[in-house]
């Protein structure tokens, strides 16, 4: 089973940097990393007059874009699909899922806090609360990391899933 | 094993067009329909700037970016998969997969032929080739249509490889 982290906290705290350090670090370890985003208000992806465009538009439940480099894919749900779904039905071949725009999920948490947009942090009574990211001062029972510690968080989430593989 | 046919042509000779027909007809009588596109120089998808770009830009072998609505994938490849392996690997769920831009490949074939752009038809001598698009004269052993038959070809679609499920 493929681990997934989630990375939690409101908008402009700073949840896409974070993410975008973790995954350069975990992957210059020599992981291979998958991101999971969730858009509760549905996304745009392709661009308009290309020919994967034209066969969604016309109705196409779901399209493959193929090349020797990478391969998209672009299909209707009928659901939004759970996390676990998600991973058994489109991830493989990589150690480590990490997530970003689901709130409320079973997963590993790191939450990213800035006491000026948050309030008080989401999940300091989650227990699956692994490591809070923050400028400010914060209780909480978890690790506390600043915001460019990225390899200390890197650290974490190795030794917490990555080194029994 | 979902049923595939192949659209092939020479540039500019109208596939998209008659793919995008042939999707709204059979979506129209109720089936699923996938679609396969190849592009041997590659694509790019996703818009400069948002999360799911910058996930890949950092290195994620995978991202999937997931909405009540619809869900979209953009991975890695070690190689340009076969057709069968990305309907393997990525399709499901769907009645028929119409393909395009494969030249050589083992599936049923229709042919869209213009004289001016394409010399001789590619598939004269197929023994896949199940049908030919075009306004010019030709000498060929499958049925012939014109482009705007898209009920037409639909129909022989429907026949071979939609009827008897």
Chains 1, 2 share one sequence.
């Not at 990393?33 to 969730?38: E, L, R, Y």
């Not at 942090?121 to 915001?147: C, G, M, Q, W, Y």
């Not at 974490?156 to 080194?163: P, R």
Request: glycine share 6%.
């Amino acid at each position: 089973m493929i681990p997934i982290v989630s990375i939690i906290g409101k908008s402009n705290t700073g949840k896409t940097t974070l993410i975008e350090g973790l995954i350069r670090e975990i992957t210059h370890r020599g992981y291979r990393v998958a991101t999971i985003k969730h858009n509760r208000h549905g996304f745009e992806i392709d661009h308009e007059g290309k020919d994967s465009w034209k066969h969604r538009r016309a109705g196409a439940h779901l399209t493959v874009i193929a090349s020797p480099e990478q391969v998209a894919l672009i299909e209707d749900t009928k659901k939004d699909y759970a996390i676990a779904e998600l991973r058994d039905r489109y991830i493989s071949e990589v150690d480590i899922i990490l997530i970003e725009g689901y709130k409320k999920n079973p997963y590993p948490k790191i939450e990213v806090y800035r006491k000026e947009i948050s309030g008080q942090p989401l999940a300091t009574s989650d227990d699956n609360l692994i490591a809070i990211v923050t400028e400010d001062p914060v209780t909480v029972d978890v690790p506390r990391f600043h915001k460019e510690d990225i390899v200390e968080i890197t650290d974490l989430i190795v030794d917490l899933f990555l080194d029994q593989q």
